[in-house]
């Protein structure tokens, strides 16, 4: 049974930084694409960023593009997204998702396993 679970998410000023973590457990990691997605109250679930199995290949969303960074340590299971120059507007809650293909998506229908998601504000 896959089980992801989030964590580094918390309260934040506008301009601060914070590093979110996904440890993932009961799936072979290195051969799974991986994404990150937000929801802010009252909107849908959006994508954030997504990385293939080994890391060499990212995508962001055009909102987070040059302040967010995905990674994963496949080593320690392990996913990151690196937040810096953060904005009132990225409050939210923050899932990681696997999918079990190698390739990036963001599409969240690709996606078959959620974590319990970590909520992050930035107060202005």
């Known amino acids: 049974q896959v089980q992801l679970v989030e964590s580094g998410g918390g309260l934040v000023q506008a301009g601060g930084s914070l590093r979110l973590s996904c440890a993932a457990s009961g799936l072979t990691f290195s051969t799974y694409g991986m994404g990150w997605f937000r929801q802010a109250p009252g909107k849908e679930r959006e994508f954030v960023a997504t990385l293939n199995w080994s890391g060499t290949n990212t995508y962001y969303a055009d909102s987070v593009k040059g302040r967010f960074t995905i990674s994963r340590d496949n080593a320690m299971n392990t996913m990151y997204l690196q937040m810096n120059s953060l904005k009132p507007e990225d409050t939210a809650v923050y899932y990681c998702?696997?999918?079990?293909?190698?390739?990036?998506?963001?599409?969240?229908?690709?996606?078959?396993?959620w974590g319990q998601g970590t909520q992050v504000t930035v107060s202005s």
């Open positions: 998702a696997a999918r079990p293909r190698p390739a990036l998506s963001y599409y969240f229908t690709d996606y078959d396993s």
